[in-house]
């Protein structure tokens, strides 16, 4: 199993950026696909997931509203939309895949990618 995000970068505050994480190994309509996000010297933090079969999706209440969290069997990826950025989101983006489990906790979560770092400048 692999998952390998990308899309990460600088954008100013206010801004937008998309993340995309690409699977190999697994179907991701099968599995719940989360985004967490770690900041230097700080616990991992749940951001989204989206949930296999009925593809209900969760957000963390400091993204709700401005991230969104969509899902494409076909390519097999799984992407994170996010929209007026603040520096406080600044973090490795990491994805995560784990079995219908329809949880906020990385603990859950089996599969892992490396992460793709972005920094929102004030």
């Known amino acids: 199993v692999q998952l390998v995000e990308s899309g990460g970068g600088l954008v100013q505050a206010g801004g937008s950026l998309r993340l995309l994480c690409a699977a190999s190994?697994?179907?991701?309509?099968?599995?719940?696909m989360g985004w967490f996000r770690q900041a230097p010297g700080k616990e991992r933090e749940f951001g989204a997931a989206?949930?296999?079969?009925?593809?209900?999706?969760l957000y963390g209440d400091s993204v709700k509203g401005r991230f969104t969290n969509s899902r494409d069997n076909a390519q097999n990826t799984v992407d994170l939309q996010m929209n007026s950025l603040k520096p406080a989101v600044t973090a490795v983006y990491h994805c995560?895949?784990?079995?219908?489990?329809?949880?906020?906790?990385?603990?859950?979560?089996?599969?892992w990618g490396h992460g793709t770092q972005f920094t929102v400048s004030s």
């Open positions: 995560a895949a784990g079995r219908t489990i329809c949880s906020r906790d990385p603990a859950a979560f089996t599969s």
């Open positions: 989206i949930t296999s079969g009925t593809s209900n999706t």
């Open positions: 190994g697994l179907a991701v309509s099968t599995y719940d």
